[in-house]
Nanobody
Framework: QVRLVESGGGLVQPGGSLTLSCATS????????IGWFRQAPGKEREGVVC???????YYADSVRGRFTISRDNGKKEMYLQMNSLEPGDTAVYYC????????????????WGQGTQVTVSS
């Protein structure tokens, strides 16, 4: 059974940092495209950063230079390191995986976590 579980969300002040983790099971993370998406209140879900199965990385312009995606295939986990956080980064963050995802569109991803809330506020 495929399962993705996010952790690490919370409240952080503007300019702060946060690392989200996503524990996976039920599939071979090594060979899958992975991604982080977010959805703010009243907005559509958007791709934040994704890595396809060929190793190409896609960043949303709003997070480029501040966010970094990584994975530990041995632990079957993926991570999102977020630095210089801004109030506009406030959203529910989701990790996702897919065997054939090429870009960073949510419709390309079949497997999803339940989401974790990130709030950036002073």
């Amino acid at each position: 059974q495929v399962r993705l579980v996010e952790s690490g969300g919370g409240l952080v002040q503007p300019g702060g940092s946060l690392t989200l983790s996503c524990a996976t099971s039920g599939f071979g993370l090594d060979y899958y495209a992975i991604g982080w998406f977010r959805q703010a209140p009243g907005k559509e879900r958007e791709g934040v950063v994704c890595v396809n199965s060929y190793g190409r990385t896609y960043y949303a312009d709003s997070v480029r230079g501040r966010f970094t995606i990584s994975r530990d295939n041995g632990k079957k986990e993926m991570y999102l390191q977020m630095n210089s956080l801004e109030p506009g980064d406030t959203a529910v963050y989701y990790c996702a995986a897919d065997s054939e995802g090429m870009h960073c569109n949510d419709y390309e991803y079949d497997y999803w976590g339940q989401g974790t809330q990130v709030t950036v506020s002073s």
